[in-house]
Nanobody, 124 residues
Framework: QVQLVESGGGLVHTGGSLRLTCAASGRPFSRDAMGWFRQAPGKEREFVAASSWRGSSTYYTDSVKGRFTISRDNAKNTVYLQMNSLKPEDTAVYYC?????????????????WGQGTQVTVSS
């Protein structure tokens, strides 16, 4: 059974940092694309960042470029999202997702497995 478990969310002030972790289990993920999405209250789920299976190619939505960094450790089946210079508009539930195969997509419906989400709240 595939399981993705996110951790690392919390409450921070504007300008603060958080590091999200997603631990995957149930099958090998080293050949899969992995990504992060977020959903704020009343809004649709949106793409945040994604990594190719090797981690050599990374993609970000414009609003987080230069502030967020996605990385992965295939030996641990884990993907990370380092979030710096956080803003109130980053407040959302953050979800980890895995897409079978190495091609990275930025649309949620292309992903096969999802975690339960972790809340990130940035106070002004």
């Amino acid at each position: 059974q595939v399981q993705l478990v996110e951790s690392g969310g919390g409450l921070v002030h504007t300008g603060g940092s958080l590091r999200l972790t997603c631990a995957a289990s149930g099958r090998p993920f080293s050949r899969d694309a992995m990504g992060w999405f977020r959903q704020a209250p009343g809004k649709e789920r949106e793409f945040v960042a994604a990594s190719s299976w090797r981690g050599s190619s990374t993609y970000y939505t414009d609003s987080v470029k230069g502030r967020f960094t996605i990385s992965r450790d295939n030996a641990k089946n884990t993907v990370y999202l380092q979030m710096n210079s956080l803003k109130p508009e980053d407040t959302a539930v953050y979800y980890c997702a895995v897409r079978r195969g190495g091609i990275v997509y930025t649309t949620a419906n292309e992903y096969d497995y999802w975690g339960q989400g972790t809340q990130v709240t940035v106070s002004s």
